[in-house]
């Protein structure tokens, strides 16, 4: 299955955001929630297909213009399941744009590496200066008692014309001491939430195997391993709020 999404997202001059753009095809399908008139645009991901399997190769673009606000969440976890072993590993690319003073929160449910599967994710966002980000990635190493499949994750975040993180995680049979101290340390979930912008918390300790750190730039990092998603979902949520509007802009 070959499928693609697109969110444009901009201001709508009265203090709200509106989609200019939402278009998506199954399992890619998009859905506008949360209230309307005002303030931030939250949208769904809503799968409309089982999947991704073996040979599906799914993309979606999102834009964050001047001054809009955008969350992005899933309805449900994102379950990477086997297929036929002559095609090639499933595949989702995501590409994010946020302009100077637009904001986005990507904070879907977790990536689940089913037993067999073989998947591929990778992400690209460009920030502008000015902008703000909240990026939040979770992955669930196979369902309940049964081993993990092979996932590999690339993320690249840009922030101001520069590189502000590059990270590559796989998991699964076909790597090599995934589960050892060196990468996940016997942990059955992992998530990070990376936070960029002109307003930053300090950096800290979140509890457990958690942790938030700088970045070299504007920006920074947390990363969380438990054995199993509670854990990881306990220290990460918090982070994973947007800052509010300034009075004014909700009352413009």
Same mark, same amino acid.
């Given at each position: 299955?070959? =499928?693609?999404?697109?969110? *444009?997202?901009?201001?709508? %001059?009265? !203090?709200?955001? @509106? ?11 998009? @859905? ?6 005002? %303030? ?22 999102? #834009?964050? %213009?001047?001054? =809009? ?59 502008? @200066?000015?902008?703000?980000?909240? +990026?939040?990635?979770?992955? *669930? ?13 690339? *993320? ?13 995680? &796989?998991? %699964?049979?076909?790597?090599?001491? +995934? ?23 300090? &950096?800290?300790?979140? !509890?457990?195997?958690? *942790? ?9 990092? &947390? ?7 509670? =854990? ?15 009075? #004014?802009?909700?009352?413009?």
């Amino acid at each position: 299955m070959k =499928a693609s999404a697109h969110i *444009v997202a901009e201001a709508d %001059g009265r !203090g709200g955001t @509106r989609p200019s753009v939402l278009r998506g095809e199954s399992p890619l399908l998009l @859905r506008r929630t949360g209230r309307r008139g005002g %303030g931030d645009l939250t949208v769904h991901l809503v799968g409309g297909a089982a999947g991704p399997l073996r040979g599906d190769d799914l993309r979606l673009d999102i #834009e964050v %213009g001047p001054g =809009a606000r955008l969350t992005v969440r899933s309805v449900a976890a994102q379950l990477a399941l086997p297929g036929r072993l002559e095609l090639p590993a499933s595949r989702l690319a995501v590409r994010a744009t946020v302009a100077a003073g637009g904001t986005l929160l990507w904070a879907p449910e977790p990536l689940i590496a089913a037993a067999g599967c073989h998947h591929l994710a990778a992400t690209e966002v460009t920030v502008e @200066r000015g902008g703000t980000l909240i +990026w939040r990635d979770d992955l *669930v190493c196979g369902r309940h008692a049964e081993p993990s499949g092979t996932v590999k994750t690339e *993320v690249l975040i840009r922030y101001g014309g520069k590189a502000l993180y590059r990270h590559e995680l &796989a998991i %699964g049979p076909s790597a090599p001491g +995934w589960s050892g101290p060196a990468v996940l340390g016997g942990g059955r979930a992992a998530g990070t939430v990376v936070l960029a912008g002109p307003s930053l918390p300090d &950096a800290r300790l979140l !509890g457990g195997d958690a *942790v938030l750190m700088p970045l070299a730039g504007p920006g920074m990092l &947390a990363s969380a391993v438990g054995p199993d998603i509670r =854990a990881v979902a306990a220290a990460l949520d918090p982070l994973c709020v947007l800052p509010c509007l300034p009075l #004014e802009s909700l009352a413009a």
